[in-house]
């Protein structure tokens, strides 16, 4: 049996401060040893052009941003139907823009049904190239997380 093909896509804006953080992670799993069946996708801003391209994995995992209103640095793990929830404790992944993106592709193609988030409660989103002192030891735990995760 073969093993899963996996995504893991960073998203945001390193130009944002706290918005760079699912593109920090990526970066710093680019350092480790990822298994070969594991690839690690830089999105950027640029989220919606590479939806397109997740059908070829069995599970994609994206790091962002999520604004579920809980003190700065709390990470989040979910998966897309707890997103699509209209409960008032949902949480917010770029406006939805994320999602907004899976749901359009799912109109022209099969997509994976296994999508994960994890999602870090920003400090602060302003211009510039530096995450918060909140935020920048999170990119470690996070990157590690998801290791673990990608390896089981």
Partial sequence: MSKKRIAVVGVGNILMGDEGFGVRVIQYLKEKSIP???????????????AGSLTDFDRVIVVDIAKGGKDPGTIYRFYEKDIKSNSEESISLHDFGVIESLN?????????????????????????MDLSDKLKPLVQKVAEEIIK???N
Avoid at 39 to 48: H, K, N, Q
Avoid at 107 to 127: A, N, Q, T, W
Wanted: aromatic share 12%; glycine share 4%; no cysteine.
């Fill in 36 to 50: 070969n069946n594991v690839s690690l996708i830089d999105a950027g801003t640029w989220f919606f052009n590479i």
């Fill in 104 to 128: 359009l592709e799912r109109l022209v193609r099969k997509m994976p049904d296994d999508i994960i988030f994890y999602g870090i409660e920003p400090e602060r989103i302003e211009l510039s």
């Fill in 149 to 151: 995760e990608v390896k």
